[in-house]
């Protein structure tokens, strides 16, 4: 079952912050979250496998809240570079390299 | 190091013809999984091979196949294709499969 991204689609300002979630209905064994920009492959940003686990490059970070079986990618003070469509995606079970991915969130920073 | 390199970029099909697209994963890399991407669906699971087995595979009727090679190299193939299978087919590799992917820049399939 495919996870649940919210929001469809956010635009900001530079500087400003922004919050992508990911939810399932089913239990999430680990998170994937990636970047597309128009017209590129998706670029792994990060992978969160336990619960609790928060991760951070820069100044994107995430969570994985594994009882709430969601997961929040946060974006500070957003540059033009953001832009783009995030995706996350889960394991369709505990061992398995099958991603599932959520519709994407499309992310557009303006100057 | 190199990335995940596919081939071709574009191809042009006609109805009821088959395509093989090519793989070839980040060195080291033994997982390699195939993806294809719509407008309309998303990103979807086609298959996952490691170590020349087919692991998992997605909800594809079974004229898309694939395999792997000793090299880690992948392949896969549609035929008899119908216009629904215009996408872009991603291939994906990782060390294991339990670990973030690395795309390829996709193959742009376009069936007329």
């Known amino acids: 079952q495919q996870p649940v991204q919210s929001p469809q689609a956010v635009i900001l300002r530079e500087g400003e912050d922004a919050v992508i979630n990911c939810s399932s209905s089913?239990?999430?064994?680990?998170v994937h979250w990636y970047r597309q920009k128009h017209g590129e492959a998706p670029v792994f940003l990060m992978i969160?496998?336990?619960?609790?686990e928060q991760k951070g490059h820069e100044k994107i970070s995430a969570s994985f809240n594994e009882k709430k079986q969601q997961s929040s990618l946060y974006l500070t003070a957003s540059q033009l570079s953001y832009s783009g469509t995030y995706f996350c995606?889960?394991?369709?079970?505990?061992?398995?390299?099958?991603?599932?991915f959520g519709q994407g969130t499309t992310l557009q920073v303006k100057p | 190091k190199a990335g995940v390199t596919q081939t071709p970029r574009y191809l042009i099909k006609t109805r009821g013809q088959q395509v093989t697209l090519s793989c070839s994963p980040i060195?080291?890399?033994?997982?390699v999984s195939w993806y294809q991407q719509t407008p309309g669906q998303g990103l979807q699971f086609l298959f996952e091979?490691?170590?020349?087995?087919?692991?998992n595979k997605g909800n594809f009727p079974g004229r898309f196949s694939g395999r792997q090679f000793s090299n880690s190299r992948s392949e896969m193939n549609v035929s008899t294709l119908e216009l629904g299978d215009s996408a872009l087919y991603l291939c994906?590799?990782?060390?294991?499969?339990?670990?973030?992917?690395?795309f390829g820049s996709g193959t742009r399939l376009t069936v007329v």
């Open positions: 994906a590799s990782s060390p294991r499969g339990l670990y973030g992917y690395t």
């Open positions: 089913k239990a999430l064994y680990s």
């Open positions: 969160l496998l336990k619960g609790g």
């Open positions: 995606g889960t394991p369709s079970s505990s061992n398995t390299g099958k991603l599932i």
């Open positions: 060195s080291g890399h033994r997982s």
């Open positions: 091979y490691f170590s020349e087995t087919q692991r």
